[in-house]
């Protein structure tokens, strides 16, 4: 306790310091201030699931390939590549001049060693399955084979080669992922799984790991070792966590943010009056479920009763009236957006709600429930302002439909993951899906059996065939068949409920330049920088 007290103490005094920082201060500099809706459950790119995790990690770290500011895949670690004929084996030729925080040379060996880790049954990763398509990743991962034998290899220090199971039309896409950043080695044997905390973090992209100080600030610094830091223009940015979206927008309206990670609902009409161009609305890969736990009662085994429960739901009111900032009612599962793909829907779209509503009763009788017998589960949802509104008025509509009663239990998002994964106690939760590349596969692999993604523990023989099919299938025009079939037979299984997709929305101070509107909604702090307004 008397080692820790004064890091404590400085960390707070650094929490002082950075708000009584404006965007340019003699000791800071330029600092961005950006907003954060939870702290990342980790920042061991191998351990870190969620958005937020992934938008810091996207600042310190840096895979292969990247995204430009409007969206567009560009070189990054790997200065190019090379893709054989058949489409089989990339290789990767890495900058000359890319180094890692401490000034040590990146080489196509720390690659193999993040690879590696990745996909190991000991990592427990939650994207292990994301290099799949990779040669033996999937029996890596089912612990069949050791990580060794992946089918990554080093050419020589600048030179990597990946060697794939089939031809793979996203592959070069998930290079841009934090979970394919490379792992540092020093830091790993010296500190092991505590490598990615602030003091020990060595890290190759643009700024550096400061602080952080959990529930309140994560401060990143300019990395001078970085290849191309000659045109960063920031010298630090500051991730301030701030979980109700209406106090990030109050602190916005203080000019003590430049960027907000939201936009809140109850506030949306106003803020197109008064801040004009500031609110930046745009399409977004992403979609707001509800999930069920098929492992246990009273959604196990029953389908019938899993539609009733979505039929009820108005999701057009729910877009247009709770959320009301641009957002799509959800009727499939795949986003309708993605490339080259025609999303499948829900068998009830076409119906009217008060159609809808009729057959929801006579499913929600058919399970065994009725008004002297509800049915009675927990909603859970993790602390939002937005999400409370949201599981209020579905709390509202599965009640007054179907005489449903859901108890809402409110978590703190670290806690709402760990009973996802752990599927003992949860009933019906929230979730989202935010794709990682423009691709149906990254919405339909969430709910393959295996997958840590999949928190409904859905499973289903012909949805994995068609999965299997669609993952073998070279011809892209048969492989969206295939994965259009896959969509259809989950769909009609109710695993879980698709809500609404996403838009992305942000407000953006005026002094901030080079923001760029994109479907992934990445904003690397590396393209950014401040300016006076005019």
Known sequence: MKLRLP?????????????????????????????????????????????????????IGEGLVAYSATGELVPAAAERWEISADRLSYTFYLRPDARWSNGEAVTAAHFVSGLRRLVSPATAAFYANLLQAVVNASDIVAGDKPPESLGVEVVDDLTLK??????????????????????????????????????????????????????????????????NNENTALDGVNYHVI??????????RAGELHVTSTVPPDNFAELKVHFGSELRIAPYLGLYYYGFNLTRPPFKDKPGLRQAL?????????????????????YSWVHPGVNNYKPTVLSFTALTQDERNKSARRLYKEAGYSEENPLRFELR???????????????????????????????????????????EITQVFRSSWIGDYDDAHTFLSVLQAGSETNMPRYASDEYELQMRRAAEQPDLDRRRLYLEEAERVMLADHPVIPLYFYVSKHLVSPEVRGWGDNVLDYHYSQHLSLGATE
């Not at 201060?25 to 958005?51: F, I, M, N, W």
């Not at 979505?310 to 959800?330: H, V, Y």
Request: charged fraction near 20%; hydrophobic fraction near 45%.
């Open 381 to 423: 949802y993790n602390t939002s302002d937005t999400n409370k509104k949201i599981a209020v008025a579905i709390q509202s509509m599965w009640n007054e439909v179907l005489g449903a009663e859901a108890t809402l239990v409110n978590e703190e998002f670290q806690v709402l993951l760990a009973n996802m994964r752990d599927a």
């Open 310 to 330: 979505s039929m009820a739901i108005d999701r057009d009111m729910l877009a247009e009236n709770i959320i009301g900032r641009g957002e799509a009612p959800a």
């Open 243 to 252: 979980v109700q979206d209406v106090a990030e927008l109050n602190r916005y």
């Open 162 to 227: 990946v060697r794939l199971e089939r031809p793979t039309p996203y592959i070069l896409s998930l290079f841009s992922h934090p979970g394919t950043f490379p792992l540092h080695p020093g830091s790993f044997v010296e500190h092991g799984d505590g490598f990615a905390r602030p003091g020990n973090l060595v890290s190759n992209g643009a700024f550096v790991l400061d602080a952080w100080v959990p529930g309140s600030i994560i401060a990143l610094r300019r990395n001078e070792q970085y290849w």
């Open 7 to 59: 890091r404590l103490l400085l960390a707070f005094i650094s929490i002082f310091v950075v708000f009584g920082c404006s965007q340019e201060s003699p000791d800071a500099g330029v600092v961005l201030q950006r907003g954060l809706p939870a702290d990342p459950e980790s920042l061991d790119h191998h351990k870190a699931r969620s958005t937020q995790a992934a938008d810091v990690l996207r600042d």
